[in-house]
């Protein structure tokens, strides 16, 4: 039986972050679900580093379907998550079901990726994220002290089963160590 995986987003999510582990996943022959608040056509963002810039510049990126409503979510039908970064963790957060969706998997120790600015959406589980080590992109790691997590100042980190890593340009070591995880 093939393994299943979660992605939880939703608009703004940056595109690289959600289309390299959807397809990443889908090419070791997972089945990938793609969640979000409601099932729709995604708007995705690229975000890009400028130099001279003190942070990123976003453009929009391509469209991307959603499958599943988070209302609809059943957190026990997957083996793994993955959180991809972007502005979607800062907005989704505030939807009912996402403390429960991602809780789940913390709970029960399945293996969880989160990148970028996903730590912000970890922010809604803080009893589950102290006492963790994590990294995310450098300006998110007040949102990981503020659940009494570590922050690690590293591209990728692994603690228990969560592998956190800071950005898009971390995605081949993140997803290889994910995939390690789930395997």
């Known amino acids: 039986m ?19 582990p959807y397809y990443r996943c889908l090419e070791e022959g997972y089945d990938v679900t793609i969640a979000s608040p409601s099932i729709k056509k995604l708007r995705t963002v690229s975000h890009d580093f400028i130099e001279g810039m003190e942070t990123f510049e976003e453009k929009p990126a391509y469209r ?10 059943h957190p026990e039908e997957y ?18 079901e996402v403390p429960r969706i991602v809780g789940h998997f913390f709970e029960v120790n399945k293996p969880v990726g989160a990148i970028c600015h996903a730590a912000q959406l970890l ?14 992109y450098p300006s998110v790691e007040p949102d990981v002290k503020a659940c ?25 070591t993140f997803m290889r160590e994910f995939i390690t995880l789930l395997k």
């Open 148 to 172: 009494g997590a570590t922050y690690i100042n590293k591209n990728v980190h692994i603690h228990q089963n969560l592998v956190s890593g800071q950005a898009w340009p971390d995605l081949p």
């Open 123 to 136: 922010t809604v589980i803080p009893d589950l994220m102290k006492g963790r080590e994590y990294t995310a």
């Open 64 to 73: 991307l379907e959603s499958h599943v409503a988070f209302k609809d979510v």
């Open 2 to 20: 093939s393994k299943k995986v979660l992605i939880v987003t939703g608009d703004a999510v940056e595109a690289l972050e959600v289309f390299y």
């Open 79 to 96: 083996d793994g998550l993955i959180i991809p970064g972007g502005r979607a963790p800062e907005y989704i957060r505030m939807f009912d």
